[in-house]
């Protein structure tokens, strides 16, 4: 067993059986799995509607029997916001489980908890998925892009954890060409086998080695993936990490609350995790919607008794690929946040980063913008705030108010704003849609 294995396990996190387990899961036919899945459902449901209290009303106020899957009420994040241990099931406590916090990257940080064999079986899916990519989490050393606290107690704990997980941690509150240069010596000095972080940040430091017409694995020969995660990953971007970098680039689609939603395998399909998760995706009422057409990600956490996951919308909208099938469920796009959903004057709405779309090629089709964001701050009234070298000419303007007028719609004021760098969210990630609208 390696250190990571044995930290889990004095922790109390039976990560053996775990991984055990999903093997079995991953190894039925599709007759046993549809019978495996059916069987979860029940169990998760009957016992958090007899175990635990919080979640037994929350079905009583919506005046649901629960008798039918595919009506139970979906559970949102401001369903949850009242005090941890008011939600936890018979038996539980924050003592005796594992407990954490969200980034709150949606405008709602939540506290939760998983029961520990839950958190185990987390843990296990994303092994077993890193090894797809010949990735050990325990021995493989990560250059790590994450952001820390920067002082303090947490900021010491995360300090040991990158010890424990043989990782480096690279700044991503620093974007500069200073910082960058020392990443690459960092990358120089290191046998990295992986990079893992926030997409924003690894993308700008693409950039840098872009600009200065260096291929990362020229300089860090045993570098086998990337690894993209918390942000979204346009294939503009996909295609620049894997030409700077020089290995191939995967999506990792997860959430704090639940792990392990969605994962892409070696021949770049976007993998759903069945295991220990089941995901859906409904329309606004609650419906299922069929592949290729979007709709809210709902997940349930299969094995978490302490706390409950049930039809849980984890504020995303997204679409199912076409070619799914039972034992096989793809992910095809992310849209961004049901949080942040451009409300137009004329009632119409579109996903949020479906303006981010819009603008991007055009102002990112050379090195001179850095980044950008875009800010809703009436209906009819946009803000972009970019970081460039110099600033947008008149052309590139007119043809992204242009853009936006075929894609949106008409008579849209679009304001541009060069800035020196973006604000980041604490946790070090940038947004790159934000409505203000109520």
């Known amino acids: ?42 169990t998760i449901l009957q016992h958090h509607l007899q175990q635990n209290g919080f979640y037994s009303n929350f079905l009583k106020q919506k005046g ?4 039918n899957w595919e009506t139970i009420p979906v559970l949102t994040k401001a369903d949850l916001q009242i005090p941890l241990q008011n939600r936890l099931s018979n ?18 940080p939540l506290i939760f908890a998983k029961n ?16 797809w990519h010949n990735i050990d989490v325990s021995t493989s050393k990560q250059a790590r892009f994450y952001g820390i606290p920067l002082k303090g107690l947490a900021h010491y704990k995360e300090r040991l954890k990158d010890v424990l997980s ?32 926030y997409t924003s940040a690894i993308v700008q430091f693409a950039k840098y080695l872009q600009s200065k017409n260096i291929i990362l694995k020229t300089i860090c020969p045993s570098l086998k993936v990337c690894i993209v995660t918390a942000e979204m990953l346009f294939e503009e971007d996909r295609y620049l990490l894997t030409k700077q970098l020089g290995i191939p680039v995967v999506n990792e689609y997860g959430s704090a609350e639940l792990g392990l939603i969605a994962f892409t395998n070696s021949v770049n399909e976007w993998v759903i995790n069945r295991e220990d998760l089941l995901v859906e995706i409904l329309d606004d009422d609650g419906n299922a919607v069929p592949p290729g057409k979007q709709g809210r990600v709902v997940v ?68 001179n913008v850095k980044e950008f964001v875009i800010e809703q701050l009436r209906l009819d009234y946009f803000k972009i705030r970019y970081v460039s070298s110099k600033t947008i000419s008149k052309d590139k303007v007119i043809a992204i108010k242009k853009a936006v007028t075929a894609y949106l719609e008409p008579n849209l004021n679009i304001t541009l704003q060069r800035v020196e760098v973006l604000e980041r969210s604490a946790s070090g990630k940038l947004k790159q849609f934000t409505s203000f609208i109520g």
């Open 64 to 67: 649901n029997d629960a008798s």
């Open 166 to 197: 043989n990782r480096f941690r690279f700044s991503v509150f620093d974007l500069s060409v200073k910082q960058f240069e020392s990443n690459l010596l960092k990358f120089e000095s290191k046998s990295f086998q992986y990079i893992n972080g």
């Open 1 to 42: 067993m390696n250190l990571f294995d044995i930290t889990l396990k004095l922790n109390g996190f039976p990560i053996e059986k775990a991984k055990k387990d999903l093997l079995e899961i991953q190894n039925l036919s599709e007759k046993e799995y549809l019978a495996y899945l059916a069987a979860r459902k029940q």
């Open 300 to 367: 349930t956490a299969l094995y978490n008794y302490a706390h409950p996951f049930i039809r849980y919308d984890v504020g995303d909208i997204g679409t199912f690929d076409e070619s799914s099938t039972i034992k096989k469920p793809l992910l095809k796009q992310l849209l961004g946040r049901t949080s942040d959903l451009v409300l137009l004057p004329s009632g119409k709405k579109a996903a949020g980063l479906t303006f981010y779309y819009v603008t991007k090629t055009i102002i990112e089709n050379d090195a």
């Open 116 to 131: 520990k064999y839950a958190h185990a079986i987390t843990w296990a899916n994303f092994m077993n998925r890193y090894n």
């Open 91 to 108: 038996g539980y406590t924050i003592k005796n489980c594992h407990s954490h916090k969200t980034s709150g990257s949606s405008g709602r």
